[in-house]
């Protein structure tokens, strides 16, 4: 992973949104989109704030589409003039939307966080992370490998706790539930360094974690 941010982080992070469709779902494009918009939240309003919450909510299956779009359409009435807080709105309302595309709509909303953030390219590192957390390439070779770990009531107790770990109003989960999860996952057999790696790494966590989707099984 450290060579990827060595590089172009731009054309990396474009090229790898721009191959996510067809390939993974509505749920995880929107809660990466998500991720990506609390750390706009000085610049949204407290209306805005309150649809990227319930966004999250529904991408969960929480709340209702009706919930999100009465939610939505009162912030969207809520004036604003300056420039950035402009892009964070572009970025939070394709968050919201009931129905969103892959690539698209995930360049869109990472796109618009960007501009909001006093620096460029360390904002599109961050959200390269948050992808690489959220998207990881290799998920499918590890699922018959962790059905016997999974399904150990420690592990998928602690992976409970990590879900709702999340630290407001940046919206990170706790890392230190993850070094928990790591432990867990050993002594419930797993020997994957990769995975055991990702828990105990300082690299951030976020909604729709391929982990804790593993686990857990959300899609």
């Known amino acids: 992973m450290s060579n990827e941010f060595s590089i172009d982080v731009d054309f990396v992070l474009d090229t790898k949104l721009m191959k996510l469709d067809g390939k993974t779902s509505q749920r995880k494009i929107r809660l990466f989109g998500c991720a990506c918009v609390r750390r706009n ?79 460029w390219e360390s904002e599109r590192t961050i959200q390269l992370k948050y992808f690489q957390d959220i998207f990881f390439d290799s998920t499918s070779k590890y699922e018959s490998e962790l059905q016997f770990p999974c399904k150990d009531e420690t592990v998928k107790r602690i992976a409970i706790a990590a879900y709702d770990s999340q630290q407001s109003p940046r919206g990170e989960l706790d890392g230190h539930v993850f070094g928990a999860l790591a432990d867990a996952l050993e002594e419930a057999g797993c020997t994957i360094d990769e995975v055991l790696n990702h828990c105990r790494g300082n690299e951030p966590h976020v909604r729709g974690c391929w982990l804790l989707d593993c686990i857990l099984k959300f899609k």
Not at 60 to 79: M, N, P
Not at 84 to 105: F, H, M
Request: aromatic residues 8%; hydrophobic residues 45%; glycine residues 6%.
């Open 41 to 119: 939240w000085p610049m949204l309003t407290q209306m805005y704030r309150r649809s990227v919450e319930l966004a999250e909510q529904f991408a969960d299956g929480k709340v209702s589409h009706s919930d999100l779009l009465q939610a939505w359409s009162k912030a969207e009435r809520v004036a604003i003039s300056k420039y950035k807080q402009k892009c964070a709105r572009a970025a939070a309302s394709w968050c919201v939307r009931p129905q969103i595309n892959a690539g698209g709509t995930a360049r869109s909303i990472a796109g618009f966080s960007a501009q909001v953030a006093a620096d």
